[in-house]
Every structure is written in structure tokens, then in C-alpha cells.
């Protein structure tokens, strides 16, 4: 098979990576790619997101299937643009329609999906400009901290916590009135806050059946002890020890089946993954949010732990028979540990040489923000590298990361000494 990967990041670095593994595979392509991704198949410099640009290359290199990394392309209609092209149509595609992927491309749409659908979820009402003193009113019934959402896509920084009533009140009229977050926080969902412990759970599913992926951890905030900005993610563990057997049935009763009958229920055929934020509030599940794809830097845990051909998974996807397919995972733990670059998620400087990475054993480098510059590597993005190792703990696995961590050098290299610790016992 010849395949088709689009993104540039640690979670398409991972999936090249899975991949080339596959004995059923002849040929792997990654639109634009990276300099880790160029290990695994061939780069191609053509953006996620033109896409004429992947129609000739799908087209001239014989692609049997595609994959697709980020939201934004599918929240664009990328699949749908293949299905309505006569050249493309046959080509199958990993990753909703434009229908589907609203369950990320809108907050309102998810959270009316989750009620009417009877998903746990947080208690919630959506405003807009012209109903700004009722979204002050609502805020108004709600106990602190007060939760605001961008109706749209804001490249993960569209959600706000904040402490008082008063600098809630502040930031709605912002994303309102003054659009803070652009042409997104024209509409804005509140949410009631909920306690508990977050986690993400990931689901591929090919419209019919579906197999849940392992749990994972992330860690948003730039500082540790969860302090500081958030970022697209510092690190990630799995699996994750307050998931257990009986709290993962309850996921799948309570959410994932409810999720899946759903889409079924609006006509929506939905392949792909989804992901599904969730809060653990008392050993009970809810939901704070869904994706239309795998979470990064979730994916450099998640995949790795992924025994079976993870692409005869995705064959499945595509001909629906992902009922048929095997489906094993690594018992064993995996973590990673994110390196950033200085200044990250400010403002940064790009095209910094990298040093060490190729010398580390034993450990998966997977390369986030990077590019090739003849002989040598550069940094090209905020967050930089994902380095992945497994242990029979996660103290073992994450002290393993972090000894590799050390071998890299570029100027500014950043990254948290505290993942995972909060779960250690």
C-alpha cells in the first residue's frame, strides 16, 4: 500500500513511525513532514490545507490511503472535497467529513450533541454578541471558577478558566465584542467547572464499530506544578493508574457508546478517531471535550503502546471491518517528555541547530518542530521534540525521558521535570 500522512507534528512523526512498521505497507508519504518524519517515508512540501496541492499528490504517487493529523483540514472538508472529486473518491480517508469533525470545530454543536445524545457533560449556555447581558446573567448562577469556550477553532488557545465573576464578565465582553479569539469567540459557550482529575481517552472508529485506544494523560500548562500558560501539551502518560477496569466500562457505557450511536442517529458516518477529553469526578465520567483527531502529544504515548499493524487498524477504518481486526496493546508504561523552544508559548525564536538527538537509545525521539537544513537540524516551532520511553512503572518511564532529554541540545531548550509525578502514589 501506498500512504499518504498530512501534518508536520510529533502526533504525525508517531503515526509515520507506526506505520512504516507495517508489512502491508510499500510506500509512506508525509505532507509537509518533518526531519524525524523523513526517516520513516519521504517528505513532501505540500500544506495541509491546499488542497489541490494533495489532490496531484495523491494522484501521482498512487496513494491507496490517507491519514489525516490535524483538525483543521477535516474541519475544513477535506474528506468531503475527496468524496466529491471524481479522481479522488475511491481514495479512502482517515478522519471525518466536515459534519463530524464539527464535534470539534464547534463547541455549541458538541455540547448539544452531548445533551440530546445523553452524554455527561458540564451544564452549559451558548451566547453571542447580541446576548451578551444574558451570557452575564448565566455567569451569574454559576459558582467559581467560570469556564469560557470559543464557539470555534482558536488553535487551542480558546478556552478560558477564570477565578472571579467579575474578570469573567471582562473576558466574555472581550470575546464577544472586542473578538478576542477572531471570527471563534463569535459565539461563546460557559460552562459550569467541573472537579476532578482530567484524562483523554481515544477512540478509531469506522462508523459502525470501534476500539477503544489507552488512556493517556496530558500536561498543558507551561510551568510545573501546573503552573503558567497553556501550551499544546508539556507531556503525557499512559496508561493512567485512576483509569481502571471499572472506570474505563463505565467510559464506554456512559460515553463512548452513547458517542457512537449518536453520530449514527444524525446520519453522521464518522471514521476516524475521536477524542474525548474527560474529567474523573469522583470515579464518574464527563466529558469537557471532543476532538476530531488524536491529541499530541497524547499520540507519542498512545501509539507506541499499540502492539497489532496499526495500519491493517486503519484498512480497517476505511472498508469498514475494523470489527475484524485485531486489536493488542503493550501492558507496560509509556511517557513523554516534551521539549520546548525558549520563550514557548510566547513568542520564540526558530532555526536553532539541534544537537545529541541521534544519539539516544532505547527511548523514541519524535520530532514536533523541526526541519532539515542540509546536514544539520533545526528547531521550527514552539514545541520541538516528544521523547518516549517505556517502563514497568511511570516513575521508570518518565526519569528514562528525562535522562534522554539531557543528551539533546539546542539553545533554549526547555522542558518540565514533573510529569507524571502528580500520579505517583
Known amino acids: 500500500m501506498n500512504v499518504l500522512v498530512l501534518g508536520s507534528g510529533g502526533r504525525e512523526h508517531a503515526f509515520a513511525w507506526k506505520i512504516a512498521q507495517s508489512k502491508q505497507l510499500q510506500n509512506l508519504y508525509i505532507a509537509p513532514g518533518n526531519a524525524g518524519t523523513a526517516h520513516c ?43 466529491n472529486d ?34 455527561p457533560t458540564a451544564r452549559y449556555a451558548t451566547f453571542t454578541k447580541d446576548t451578551l447581558g444574558e451570557g452575564f446573567s448565566f455567569l451569574e448562577t454559576l459558582p467559581p471558577p467560570f469556564v469560557l469556550k470559543a464557539d470555534g477553532l482558536a488553535a487551542g488557545k480558546g478556552v478560558l478558566i477564570v477565578p472571579s465573576l467579575e474578570e469573567a464578565k471582562a473576558e466574555l465582553k472581550s470575546m464577544l465584542m472586542d473578538s478576542k479569539f477572531g471570527s471563534a469567540s463569535s459565539k461563546v459557550v460557559i460552562e459550569e ?7 483523554s481517552v481515544f477512540v478509531l472508529t469506522d462508523g459502525k464499530s470501534y476500539k477503544i485506544l489507552p488512556a493517556a494523560k496530558d500536561y498543558k500548562r507551561i510551568g510545573e506544578g501546573d503552573t503558567g500558560l497553556n501550551t499544546g501539551g508539556m507531556g503525557a502518560v499512559s496508561p493512567v493508574p485512576f483509569a481502571n477496569e471499572a472506570f474505563m466500562k463505565k467510559v ?9 450511536e449518536g453520530l449514527n442517529a444524525e446520519g453522521i458516518d464518522y471514521r476516524g478517531f475521536i477524542f474525548i477529553g474527560l474529567m474523573n469526578s469522583d470515579g464518574e465520567p464527563s466529558v469537557i471535550e471532543y476532538n476530531c483527531r488524536m491529541g499530541d502529544p497524547e499520540t507519542e504515548v498512545v501509539i507506541p503502546r499499540i502492539k ?10 476505511a472498508t469498514q471491518t475494523l470489527e475484524q481486526k485485531e486489536f493488542e496493546t503493550i501492558p507496560e508504561t509509556a511517557a513523554t517528555v516534551v521539549l520546548v523552544s525558549g520563550g514557548y ?3 520564540f525564536e526558530k532555526g536553532k541547530k539541534v544537537q545529541g538527538y541521534h544519539l539516544i537509545d532505547e527511548s523514541i525521539v519524535f520530532h514536533s518542530g523541526t526541519r532539515q537544513d542540509g546536514e544539520d537540524v533545526l ?19 518518565v ?6 532529554a539531557e543528551k539533546i541540545h539546542y539553545e533554549g531548550k526547555y522542558y518540565r521535570k514533573d510529569i507524571g509525578k502528580d500520579l505517583l502514589g
Do not use: C, Y
Open 308 to 317: 497489532s499493524d496499526f495500519l491493517d487498524l486503519l484498512q480497517g477504518v
Open 345 to 347: 508559548p510566547g513568542t
Open 399 to 404: 526519569n528514562k525521558s528525562f535522562i534522554r
Open 193 to 199: 467547572f467541573l472537579k476532578g482529575i482530567e484524562l
Open 86 to 119: 471524481e479522481v479522488l473518491k475511491d481514495i479512502p480517508v482517515i478522519g471525518p467529513k466536515k459534519d463530524g469533525a464539527q464535534l470539534e470545530g464547534s463547541k455549541d454543536f458538541s455540547k448539544q450533541f452531548m445533551i440530546k445524545h445523553g452524554v
Open 379 to 397: 528547531t521550527n516551532g514552539g514545541r520541538v521534540f516528544a521523547v518516549t520511553s517505556f517502563g514497568t512503572t511511570i516513575e521508570k518511564a
Open 252 to 260: 464506554e457505557e456512559k460515553v463512548v457508546k452513547p458517542t457512537i
Open 41 to 83: 517515508g519521504t517528505n513532501v512540501n505540500v500544506a495541509v490545507n491546499d488542497f489541490e496541492g494533495i489532490k496531484n499528490l495523491v494522484w501521482e504517487k498512487d496513494i491507496d490511503l490517507v491519514l489525516v493529523g490535524p483538525e483543521d483540514p477535516l474541519v475544513n472538508g477535506l474528506h468531503d472535497f475527496f468524496l
